[in-house]
């Protein structure tokens, strides 16, 4: 029965969001609905800049690469989400779940080092206009963008190594709808105290330092649009910031409230909802934020409709 890494479990059940037989029929076209309108929104998105030429701008080579993360993040663990409401029994194998808790931590810090070099290029854009094109240069994108997913790979190797040391004995019953280190370092019969360790350093780090360099750019420019004399003017500067804003504020807010509060057993059905946010809802509003409340997007979208009537 052994698997070969000190642990005694081949696979694990998952509790999935709720144990009510009522609700999850319902539950399953609720979320199939989010996962198609997910999948069809970030799908477009990366497939209008691709096409349209004037779009292949730093902003939105930024945008290509957050919907491109927010497609594959939801599909990490959506299927299986999905399979699960219609299921009698769901099991998940040992590998498989080491797997989907790798690809989720990649993709989740990748998210948030996207999300900073969003609101870098934005502070560039409002405080350094006239120095924009020679700050922001291709190479400055590619790296930003390497920088992200580097670290991000870092974050996600340093959890999974750790997690693949643990030995789970009888235990193997999530508490969760996917494979979550929380829920998961509560099911070890060995000591999770590196693990504990590595996720109050490695998940400090990916939140405060993100988080404290948008509310640097932020606050630089914010500071630059109140100097701005024209009321057209600063209008103009807010709502090229606003939808990253938002977006900043539903991922950020959602990933604060899981990992840097208690995760024990009784707050796991407040961390359940908490993931049904930033792991569903937020990979569904990013596409449609930045499509409604764009109009550099808006009216590439209206051009490329327009062509295809004719």
């Given at each position: 029965?052994a698997?070969?890494?000190g642990?005694?479990?081949?696979?694990?059940?998952?509790?999935?969001?709720?144990?009510?037989?009522d609700?999850?029929?319902p539950?399953?076209?609720?979320?199939?609905?989010?996962?198609?309108?997910?999948?069809l929104?970030?799908?477009?998105?990366?497939?209008?800049?691709?096409?349209?030429?004037?779009?292949?701008t730093p902003?939105?080579f930024?945008?290509?690469?957050?919907?491109f993360?927010?497609?594959?993040?939801?599909?990490?663990?959506?299927?299986?989400?999905?399979?699960?409401?219609?299921?009698?029994k769901?099991?998940?194998s040992?590998?498989?779940?080491?797997?989907?808790?790798?690809?989720?931590?990649?993709l989740?810090?990748?998210?948030?080092y996207?999300?900073?070099s969003?609101?870098?290029?934005?502070?560039?854009?409002?405080?350094?206009?006239?120095?924009?094109?020679?700050?922001?240069?291709?190479?400055?994108?590619?790296?930003?963008?390497?920088?992200?997913?580097?670290?991000?790979?870092?974050?996600?190797?340093?959890?999974?190594?750790?997690?693949l040391?643990?030995?789970?004995?009888?235990?193997?019953?999530?508490?969760?709808?996917f494979?979550?280190?929380?829920?998961?370092?509560?099911?070890s019969?060995?000591?999770?105290?590196?693990?504990?360790l590595v996720?109050?350093?490695?998940?400090?780090?990916?939140?405060?330092?993100?988080?404290?360099?948008?509310?640097?750019?932020?606050?630089f420019?914010?500071?630059?649009?109140l100097?701005i004399?024209?009321?057209?003017?600063?209008?103009?500067?807010?709502?090229t910031?606003?939808?990253?804003?938002?977006?900043?504020?539903?991922?950020?807010?959602?990933?604060?409230?899981?990992?840097?509060?208690?995760?024990?057993?009784?707050s796991m059905?407040?961390g359940?909802?908490?993931?049904?946010?930033?792991?569903?809802?937020?990979?569904?509003?990013?596409?449609l934020i930045y499509?409604?409340?764009?109009?550099?997007?808006?009216?590439?979208?209206?051009?490329?409709?327009?062509?295809?009537?004719?």
């Open positions: 029965m698997t070969g890494n642990s005694f479990v081949t696979e694990f059940i998952l509790m999935g969001l709720t144990d009510q037989p609700l999850q029929l539950l399953f076209f609720l979320f199939l609905g989010m996962y198609v309108i997910t999948v929104g970030n799908l477009g998105l990366i497939t209008l800049i691709g096409l349209i030429s004037h779009l292949h902003m939105y930024f945008l290509f690469n957050l919907s993360i927010n497609l594959c993040y939801s599909s990490v663990f959506t299927p299986k989400m999905l399979m699960n409401f219609i299921s009698k769901n099991i998940i040992y590998k498989g779940c080491v797997t989907q808790l790798y690809f989720f931590l990649f989740v810090i990748s998210e948030g996207v999300l900073t969003m609101a870098y290029d934005r502070y560039v854009a409002i405080c350094n206009s006239l120095l924009y094109n020679t700050a922001m240069p291709p190479k400055t994108c590619f790296n930003l963008i390497f920088g992200s997913y580097l670290l991000a790979f870092s974050g996600a190797m340093a959890h999974t190594a750790c997690m040391k643990l030995t789970f004995c009888d235990a193997n019953t999530i508490n969760h709808y494979c979550d280190l929380p829920p998961l370092l509560q099911l019969c060995t000591s999770i105290y590196v693990n504990e996720v109050f350093v490695v998940a400090g780090i990916n939140i405060i330092l993100p988080s404290f360099t948008i509310f640097v750019s932020y606050g420019i914010l500071s630059s649009i100097c004399n024209s009321t057209e003017g600063r209008s103009k500067a807010f709502s910031c606003s939808s990253h804003i938002i977006t900043v504020s539903l991922f950020l807010g959602s990933s604060v409230f899981m990992y840097l509060k208690a995760s024990s057993a009784g059905g407040e359940k909802i908490s993931s049904v946010f930033y792991t569903n809802v937020v990979p569904m509003m990013n596409p499509s409604f409340r764009n109009k550099d997007v808006k009216l590439s979208l209206r051009k490329t409709l327009s062509r295809k009537k004719f």
